[in-house]
């Protein structure tokens, strides 16, 4: 197999539901308000995935079927299929394996990949790695997430965060010296305990105690989540840009997970970068889990310029965060 070959973007695509769950509908759900949410998380609204029979693979398909359409491509072209999520439709078969069907994608092999909200980035830097040894040459790269089948819309602390949507690239080689530069990824699972959805797996399998126990729901433990996520998405920021001597004025785009506004600025800070050059939608989406990422290169498709070094950085539960050098290639 070849060696050395760069993954670059080569196309991104996105799906929304079109229900909006608006922080002034959330005010008749719970005791919360609209100036409250804003002022600590930057959420204005969300979008929500009303039909019950559409899910994660639903989302991921249409995202799919959007890059395909862009590209004028035959879905028996692709090669893999990576789907990040920590919403699947089914615990198996993989939400990719149902995404491959819908399309059409024939000829790829597909499997999820489960790593929260650092989700895009581990499947990003996996992806690039099937491209780089020459295993492949068209792999999609798709965040897609339910999360409003595991909130609990009682539950103040965390039904205001989270929305529902896909998003996702193309991955292809690079001919020129665009493309995926460089990943740093990390993982703690001394943290899991703070992040966690606790029944449903084997060690708490479903039953009317896990139910009448809200266990398949999100459980946060705010305070710590939000330490660890501001220091840890800050570092990792940080530290790729050290890693390939970059500094501020070398960065032309912050694109961070959008978990919450005060996250995103600590983390332009470390970085020294301006407001401007940080791509921030968490107002319209909420926090989407692994789509956050690609929704914003989706948003922003239209302002890169081929060239431009962006740096994708996110946190999530397990723990698990990573960065990633980017110069975008379309």
């Not at 893999?80 to 491959?100: G, H, K, M, N, S």
């Not at 479903?206 to 840890?232: L, N």
């Amino acid at each position: 197999m070849s060696v050395n070959i760069k993954a670059k973007i080569s196309a991104v695509g996105h799906y929304l539901p079109e229900y909006v769950l608006t922080n002034k509908e959330l005010e008749a759900m719970v005791d919360t308000d609209d100036e409250w949410i804003r002022t600590r998380t930057g959420i204005s609204e969300r979008r929500i995935l009303k039909d019950p029979g559409k899910a994660s693979a639903y989302m991921a398909a249409e995202a799919a079927r959007e890059i395909l359409n862009e590209l004028d491509l035959d879905p028996k072209e692709i090669d893999a299929i990576i789907v990040a999520t920590v919403t699947p439709d089914y615990l198996f078969p993989a939400t990719a394996c149902l995404t491959q069907t819908m399309i059409g994608a024939t000829n790829a092999f597909s499997f999820d990949l489960s790593a929260a909200c650092s989700g895009f980035i581990y499947a990003l830097s996996t992806g690039s790695a099937m491209i780089s040894t020459g295993q492949c040459k068209k792999v999609l790269v798709i965040g897609s997430d339910k999360m409003s089948s595991i909130v609990d819309f009682t539950d103040r602390s965390t039904c205001i965060l989270f929305g529902d949507a896909a998003s996702g690239v193309l991955l292809e080689p690079s001919d020129d010296e665009t493309g995926i530069i460089d990943h740093i990824l990390h993982s703690s699972g001394e943290g899991a305990e703070a992040l966690i959805q606790k029944g449903g797996g084997s060690i708490n399998p479903a039953s009317h105690e896990t139910v009448d126990k809200k266990m398949h729901y999100i459980y946060q433990e705010g305070r710590p989540v939000f330490k660890r996520a501001t220091e840890g998405m800050a570092d990792v920021a940080v530290e790729i840009m050290k890693k390939n001597k970059l500094s501020a004025d070398d960065v032309d785009w912050l694109v961070p997970h959008q978990a919450n506004l005060r996250i995103i600025d600590a983390t332009a800070r470390r970085m020294d970068i301006t407001t401007e050059k940080v791509m921030i939608n968490i107002d319209k989406y909420g926090n989407t889990t692994a789509a956050t990422i690609p929704l914003c290169l989706y948003d922003w498709r239209g302002r890169l310029n081929k060239g431009d070094n962006l740096v994708l950085s996110a946190f999530g539960g397990g723990y698990t965060w990573g960065a990633t050098y980017v110069k975008w290639s379309l």
